[in-house]
């Protein structure tokens, strides 16, 4: 066992990550852009893990040197969650990019000064799926690299991902002298709730739970659940074949009306949102409701992928997609925000 920092300790996958690792018997702090936020998060944790968790947070943000040295001191692992995911597009791109960017080498640095042994960083699938326009290769796996400069094919985010992972391996390949990195990349993360303070990944249950569609727009999506998540992390951290590996978290793709029909399924009673929406409404309606201006660039595509590298070195077989969506589901309406 061993102290583990976790960045951006108030997120869904950090949460998550956070009990889990508790559960291993390793020693636990976090870092959120406030320290005042101690209290609720150790609430939200207590509650929902059903007994008292007492973690330390430390004030650091991805845009400040501020507070990080303190954070990693006396640390064995840092599980790097803290970025950047708006529920709306930004106005400019580097009002993400830069403080992923920027943020990772700063956690990287400080951990190599205070003689971290290995950082687990949380990226994306964003960072593999973007960029190629007509040329995406039929199955992405973790040899896949998104490109950036391809803006048509890109959203703000998903150039964030891409740049700031690209970033943590040039710095450890060129500067990290014996600190070892592993990358997580997942899919939509869903799964369930700890408060009603979401993730913006939840927009795909609680959008049509609430009926803020009319209908679903022509959109495909892989899920993984939260829980598979704070697994593969804490897999990553421990297992001597993880170090300089990325891993790519998926269960399987799903079209946005079939997350539909499995939400009508667990629930009868509600009116949901039923067929398709024609992709000139979509770009429409995103005049009215900002976080479909995110979905745009992905109507009609689909970005398949392999899970092999899950299964087959992390050892994990993942939650069935049909059960993260009913999980997410039943906590969001358990927390009363659909």
Known sequence: MGTVLVTGATGFIASHLILRLLADGHEVRGTARSAAKAG?????LSDYAGHDVNIPIIEADL????????????VDYVQHVASPFPATVPKSADELIVPARDGALRVLKASKQAGVKRVVMTSSMAA???????????????EHWSNPDNLKDNT???RSKTIAEQAAWAYVEE???GLELSVIN????????????????????????ARKLPAYPKLSFGVIDVRDVAEAHVCAMTLPEAAGERFLLGERMLQFE???EILQRAYPDRKLPKGTLPNWVVKLAAFFNPPLKQVIPELGRERAFSNDKLKRVL????????NAIRESAASLVRLGVV
């Open 156 to 158: 703000a985010y998903a």
């Open 40 to 44: 609720q998060l150790n609430r939200v």
């Open 175 to 177: 500067e990290g002298e």
């Open 128 to 142: 593999i799926a973007y960029g190629w326009g007509d040329s995406r290769p039929e199955v992405l796996t973790e």
């Open 63 to 74: 845009s400040s040197d501020a507070g990080w040295q303190e954070a990693v001191n006396g």
């Open 315 to 322: 050892g994990i077989t993942p939650i069935p997609a049909e």
């Open 186 to 209: 997942p899919v939509a993360v869903l799964g369930p709730a700890m408060s009603a303070d979401v993730s913006s990944s939840l927009e795909l249950i609680t959008q049509p739970m």
């Open 258 to 260: 079939e997350i539909g």
